[in-house]
């Protein structure tokens, strides 16, 4: 009888994590630096795209985490088609204040960049306090609020530059958008500047060392859900979608590639 209870226990065990497993909603979890970080998917692609470009321009990690801590302030993430007066998109920057048209601002290439552009004309940005030099380029009525993001802001950064690898999963569920192949690869040069083909059904990367391979990976990875991919590898770790926990977690690649070299798999 003992045995046939334990037996049960342990069965209701598994069933009850596996339950628990693929409960709540799509989610990704960033983590770097002993810390983990819980955003959509919607948040993590931005965030991903906000990453990229200060990558594609050469500026240096503090440039990503202030932007992402700015972005989570002003509008958590999200490309917000509304805000206080005309103030639009991730930054919530205005039309009227000479950030772009509405739809550059609501492009998030363009507002990140538009977001570097002023962040880069501060002397000394890389060492001031993110409370000072998100205020100088934002004008925010609440800038002491910047700084309750900026851990978060610097782990974003740290796993989708590649500084942090395999730090970014997504629990996501079945994909159901395709987007062809070529996109992908159009979208993941755009944003980051890597070069990227299609061969057969993937998209194949290349990263000029393994950081910037990562950084791809982790791209890819944000923008799963948008883009309908259904697996990453880089180098001998892959990260394949799923519902339950383990896709927060990249795993040992069935079939690794150089340590260098990214493929994506869609739909």
Known sequence: MPLIVALVGVGGYLAYTTLMGNLGSPSCRATALGRSVTFTPEQSANAATITAVALKRGLPPRAATIANATAIQESKLQNLRFGDRDSLGLFQQRPSQGWGTPAQILDPVHAA???YDAL??????QSMEITKVAQ???RSATPQAYADHEQEGRILASTLSGQSPAGIG????????STPAASIAAGLTAELG???TV???EVVATGGNTQQAWAAGSWAV???ETDGITSVTVGDRSWTRARGEEAWSWQAATKAVAPTSVTITGR
């Not at 880069?120 to 940005?125: A, S």
């Not at 997504?170 to 958008?177: I, K, Q």
Request: net charge neutral; aromatic share 6%; glycine share 6%.
């Open 194 to 196: 890597v070069p990227a």
């Open 120 to 125: 880069i004309k501060i002397d000394g940005y």
């Open 136 to 138: 100088m380029v934002q």
């Open 199 to 201: 061969q057969g059904a």
């Open 113 to 115: 960049n538009a977001f």
């Open 222 to 224: 944000a923008h799963a």
């Open 170 to 177: 997504c629990r996501l569920d079945a994909a159901t958008v």
